[in-house]
Each structure stands twice: as C-alpha cells, then as structure tokens.
C-alpha cells in the first residue's frame, strides 16, 4: 500500500488575492495502479503570506495522517 499527495487545483481570487490549493490524497494498492481510498486536503494562502511557510504547516498535518510531503515543485 502506497500513499501520495498531488496538487489536484489551484485557484486564484482576484478580487481578495488569495490563492486556494487543493490537493488529492490517495491510498494505492503496491501496485501503484488500484485506488483504494482518495480523499481532498485543502489550504487558503492569504495575498501577503508566506507560500512556503503555508505549504509547510500543510506538510506537517499531512505527515501526521501518514501522507508524504506537498510536491516541490
């Protein structure tokens, strides 16, 4: 059993600034292939705010359920 974190949606709000990141978590069988669970994340950075130090904090709750890092890149 595998489990993954993919960037599934960014969104930008013109109006306030703010960027919206969804991402998809998932549960594949070893075989990288058969989807056993999926489920979305999702995080609000505010217009002025650290995206980094967003995705960071991201990152830590992730890890507490099990799940790998956001992406880099």
Request: proline share 4%; aromatic share 6%.
């Amino acid at each position: 059993m595998q489990k993954r974190t993919i960037i599934d949606r960014l969104e930008f709000d013109f109006l306030s600034g703010d960027v919206s990141v969804r991402m998809r978590k998932q549960v594949v069988d070893d075989d990288g292939k058969t989807l056993l669970a999926d489920d979305y994340h999702r995080t609000v950075i505010p217009s002025g705010a650290s995206a980094e130090g967003q995705l960071q904090a991201v990152t830590n709750h992730l890890a507490t359920m099990g799940f790998p890092a956001v992406p880099k890149e």
